[in-house]
């Protein structure tokens, strides 16, 4: 039972990861229709950021938190602006080509300076030690990664239904051409929702940099898994890239103790699983089918 | 108030209308019937801003609109009523109401919006799509009425509705007029367009073929059923 209760905890931290970047790409692919390959590159640039930031300029972790997050939202915004905008006529595939190009360059840039050696980060001296809860101990720095997420995933939704911003968001994200025809200038709302989404892979990057190995490969193998929680909670749902990134955290954990003697099977378990729901629901499971434009 | 002078527009190679040029003075209700496909739905999206594919001249209040975008049209005071009444799924019925600026120097408070349409107030808090489609069609036009719009661009507002219901949309354009709105509308019943406009231009093969007033309609009623295939 407390075996149980423990991986469940470790599926919901790292479920928390793959949510804040499943929203992120969510809120992007609504607004742009651009699905954006970058997203690993911009949450491993949060971490090595956070590095950075501790090791030449000996900024903590608590400003690195609020540092990054805006630095590579403003980064984002300029991105969107002088290339990501361009292509947005064009085929999808031009979008899909440019941030995959991106990353690579973006990883080459990074590792020619910090080499690919994982680089240890300490979490903040706040946050050692552990929590107990009575049947067992949580790392302290875990459980706040995993409160700190879920906040901000819940401000986000509120953001999205409360604020008239929201509004226009989920408005021009259904139907972009009906929006403008109600006076809304939807093409001003595209480049401020860009940033915000690589802000969230950012913010994304610094969280982990404490837990996981800070390296310039770290998002490459992070993002797969995350288009494919994008993919299970329906491409463009908000809320169901956050519940498919939770899920998919907690199936994982689980499938890594229970299948390990299928070491095959746990590995590709999200994969098995997502192609088990795009055959029950294309759209996946909280996308809707396209409307016509 | 609306001049449209020599409006060409096309789809690809396919052109849908040619040349066509009319006027709407302010405070007037001017329907265009014609078959499907004459280009009636066409020539509202011309004057929305949201076909790409044109070529003429369009003036709003003696200002050349013809390079504005759509949403600077709809802040001109343009009202976008579109044939598939265009209720958000994702915005509740209030949301779909007041995502529009006000534009207009007489735009309806919400409180009078859901006086006049008290089956939007019962479901204010449901997704629009959870509406009827009468229902919907009132959002629509409560939508733009609450937007202040001096404009209305209404593409066949009686479609698939009861006889009820239309003559209740029926009702609220006449109010609108009576407060000075301008309509320009397509629609395919007869009997309903003469009962709320004032003139009537017939649209066939992409050009005005005629252009008549309620006592002309009345009288060739027959004879433009048979035409319009109805």
């Known amino acids: ?293 | 108030m609306l001049r449209i002078e020599n409006l060409s527009a096309f789809y690809g190679e396919a052109q849908v209308l040619r040349e066509v040029s009319l006027d709407v003075a302010a405070g007037e209700v001017v329907t265009l019937v014609g078959r499907n496909g004459a280009g009636k739905s066409t020539l509202l999206r011309c004057v929305m801003g949201l076909h790409a594919g044109q070529r003429g001249t369009i003036t709003l209040d003696g200002r050349d609109v013809t390079k504005l975008p759509a949403y600077k049209r709809a802040r001109l005071g343009l009202g976008w009523v579109p044939d598939d009444r265009g209720a958000y799924a994702s915005l509740s019925v209030t949301e779909n109401l007041t995502l529009p600026p006000r534009v207009g120097p007489d735009p309806w408070p919400l409180e009078r919006v859901y006086e006049a349409f008290p089956a939007l107030y019962t479901r204010r808090d449901s997704a629009a799509t959870m509406l009827s489609g009468g229902e919907q069609q009132m959002l629509a036009l409560a939508r733009v009425l609450r937007m202040g719009a001096r404009l209305l661009l209404c593409d066949e507002p009686t479609e698939g509705l009861s006889p009820l219901l239309v003559q209740q949309v029926g009702d609220l354009l006449r109010e609108a007029k009576k407060h000075g709105v301008t309509v320009l509308l397509v629609e395919q019943n007869l009997h309903f367009a003469t009962g709320v406009a004032d003139r009537h231009y017939l649209l066939a093969e992409g050009r005005i073929a005629e252009a008549m007033d309620n006592s002309e309609v009345r009288s060739r009623e027959r004879e433009l059923l048979a035409y319009l295939g109805i």
């Open chain 1, 1 to 293: 039972m407390t075996g149980f209760l423990q991986h469940t905890f470790d599926g919901l931290v790292n479920g928390a990861f793959y949510a804040l970047l499943a929203l992120g790409l969510a809120v992007i692919f609504g607004m742009l229709r651009v699905v954006n390959f970058a997203h690993g590159a911009f949450y491993m640039l949060g971490a090595m950021g956070a590095y950075v930031l501790l090791a030449e300029l000996g900024v903590p972790f608590w400003w690195a938190l609020v540092i990054m997050p805006v630095v590579l939202g403003v980064l984002g915004m300029a991105l969107e602006r002088a290339f990501v905008h361009r292509l947005a006529q064009l085929d999808p595939l031009y979008n899909f080509l440019l941030t995959f190009g991106l990353t690579l360059i973006l990883q080459d840039l990074v590792k020619s300076r910090y080499g690919v050696q994982s680089i240890p980060y300490a979490p903040p001296a706040e946050l050692n030690g552990s929590v107990d809860f009575g049947l067992f101990d949580f790392p302290t720095y875990r459980v706040f990664v995993l409160v700190f997420a879920v906040a901000i995933c819940v401000g986000v939704w509120w953001l999205l239904t409360h604020s008239r911003v929201g509004m226009v968001v989920r408005a021009a994200t259904e139907r972009p051409e009906l929006t403008r025809a109600f006076g809304i200038n939807v093409g001003r709302w595209v480049t401020p929702v860009f940033g915000f989404g690589i802000a969230l892979a950012g913010l994304a990057g610094v969280l982990a940099a404490p837990m996981r190995a800070v390296n310039p490969l770290m998002g490459s193998d992070l993002i797969i898994v995350v288009f494919a929680v994008v993919v299970i909670g329906g491409l463009g749902s908000i809320f169901g890239s956050v519940a498919a990134g939770f899920g998919i955290g907690l199936i994982q954990a689980w499938g890594v103790v229970y299948l390990a003697d299928w070491p095959i099977l746990s590995q590709t378990l999200v994969f098995i699983v997502m192609a088990a729901v795009l055959m029950w629901r294309p759209a996946g499971l909280f996308g809707r089918e396209e409307a016509p434009a």
